[in-house]
């Protein structure tokens, strides 16, 4: 219902190109059902998104930005989405439990991403989604992601436009169909989005009004 609705945009999107938001909706699948965890929240875009896909999703934010915790409360309440709020900075959460899916969204800096990436790493079993990898505004989320892959036993999937997916294993089932099917380059068994035509899968993500709809991209699936 909340996912029909942000297609519509009548719901909050996630803070992704319409295409990063296809990659991770596509991601996700591969864990449809099983736990998963957001950490940095936001307005809530992302976490509706997760829901779409699991009715065992843990949202961990300070809520200390911009945003509140209400208005995204209030979103879940009103379509009965069960979802699990926990209060707090990511380094000062105590996590007991293990996650198929994680979306690391919360912090910018070097030291940040790195710490984030190393304590919830040990709580995730499947695949971690690195929000504003490659993101000019914010290069130590991108040196930080690549020293810890460098530096540990986790690999890059699939590099998108804003956000990479780290994994274990060299490719998920969804990871493979996007290699096979999207105008992609591949290095060393990493799959990086490049110009091309895009299937006709994506077209309900890139109709969606989004601002940060990239130029070439909507010309391609134009």
Known sequence: MMFQLQLQNKLPIPSKTNLDWYFF???MSDYHNQPMLEVG???????IAMSHHTNQLELIDSWDQTWDKKSVQDIFDKYSTPVKFIDGKSKNIKIDRTYSFIHLDANKSYEGTLNDL????QHCSGVICVDDYMQSMWPEVTHATDNFVRWGDWNRILIGNHQVFLCKKKQT?????????FPVALRNNEVHLTYGKLPEDVDRFMGVTNKKVYTWHTTAWK
């Open 25 to 27: 909706d596509q991601i």
């Open 173 to 181: 089932p969804a990871s493979r169909r996007i290699a096979l099917t």
């Open 41 to 47: 929240v936001g307005r809530g875009g992302s976490a």
């Open 118 to 121: 190393e304590k919830y790493s």
